[in-house]
């Protein structure tokens, strides 16, 4: 059974960069079945998909934000991460980590919460 783990800082100062990290059990994150994502829910709003790193290292960003996010893995220790700088308070949201199969997250982490305040 899959499981994924985000962790990271809860809390960023604005202009800062914000990096967190999803931990994989259970999965192969080089495995061709599966994508990994990352998504984020802000307050009283919906979820955001930001972008995907594929088995094969491969990556895809929201337009909205593919000019301050990065997507990276270390394989050897069966983690993605995710960075996003300059970020400010729009930023704060709960930040989930999910494994897709066939375009779809199916398979989610419990999310971490970051706030974006000095």
């Known amino acids: 059974q899959v499981q994924l783990q985000e962790s990271g800082p809860g809390l960023v100062k604005p202009s800062q960069t914000l990096s967190l990290t999803c931990t994989v059990s259970?999965?192969?994150?080089?495995?061709?079945?599966?994508?990994w994502n990352w998504i984020r829910q802000a307050p009283e709003k919906g979820l955001e998909w930001m972008g995907v790193?594929?088995?094969?290292?491969?990556?895809d960003y929201s337009p909205s934000l593919k000019s301050r996010t990065s997507i990276s893995r270390d394989t050897s220790k069966s983690q993605f991460s995710l960075q996003l700088s300059s970020v400010t308070p729009e930023d704060t949201a709960v930040y989930y980590c999910?494994?897709?199969?066939?375009?779809?997250?199916?398979?989610w982490g419990q999310g971490t919460q970051v706030t974006v305040s000095s």
């Open positions: 259970g999965s192969s994150i080089t495995s061709s079945y599966y994508a």
């Open positions: 790193i594929n088995y094969d290292g491969s990556t």
């Open positions: 999910a494994r897709q199969r066939y375009q779809v997250p199916v398979d």
